[in-house]
């Protein structure tokens, strides 16, 4: 048994499909399938059952699944502190942040610290700020950047603001904008309750048509196609001269968006997240602050 076979384990506890853990584990689903066999005697019992919904864990696999996850974490930790008892800034970072920061703000950072850090490796991870913030609690990650101010007990820091802009491929009047196509972008509940109430401050109709899009790229090829107008962040906007950009103001509320980085005190243990931390930390002054 390797490590390997437990995170095998794991993911198939997560309802992980073999298809999925293939492409995960850069391992072919046969060669998977093979250490499945060579798990199961190993403990010589059946720790997988196959169903036409796929594969389900056992009883017995429950059990191994719950000491992978004990293992892995204690390794893991275990790394960590032998790492940091050398001082060796190296490792895996795991690092999780909202889309948008992690196409825009970090790319250029990230690979900043890499270059000076050549032993540290990194896992980043996307999503929304409940499903991030969740992992952020349970140590799955070890630094959050989130556009949300939530309530935090350990590590946090305020990075950058950005405000909110109307954009089309051509000038337009705010007055004008009810009676045009709206393209809207897959975004966390807080900018879009954020968008709403601006609307609602400021007209008393619904959008006339909306088209819908998976992200702020798509977004701005469609408006600059000339489909309709988009309302997007300033952090999405950098180097988009050809867009025309209006920002929005609101007399009831800050119409702003944030960057919040987070950590756990578990995590600033481990020298390379006190490492990485300290690294944006002294870059606070120098990062892009929107459009």
Known sequence: MDDLDWKIIMLIYNNKSLSKISGELFLSQPAITYRIRKIEKFFQTKLISRTNKGYQITLQGEMVAKYAKEHLDYMKKLQEDIFSSYDRVQGKLYIGASSAVAQYLLPPLLSDFLNKNDKVSIDLITGFSPS????????????????ENIEWGAYKQHLVSDGIYLVSKDKVELNDIPNMTRVNYKTNFSLK???????????????????????????????RSGLGYSILTGLTLNNQDDLYCLPLSSKQFDLKRNVWMYASEQAMQYITVRSFWNYISNKKDTLYEGK
Do not use: G, M
């Not at 969740?134 to 799955?140: D, I, M, Q, R, T």
């Open 132 to 147: 991030l913030t969740e992992s952020l609690h349970n140590n799955k990650i070890h630094i959050a950047f989130l556009r």
């Open 193 to 223: 309750n954020l968008i709403d109430n601006w609307w609602t401050d400021h007209f008393n109709s619904h959008p006339k048509s909306v088209i819908e899009v998976d992200n702020a790229e798509a977004c701005k090829e469609v408006v």
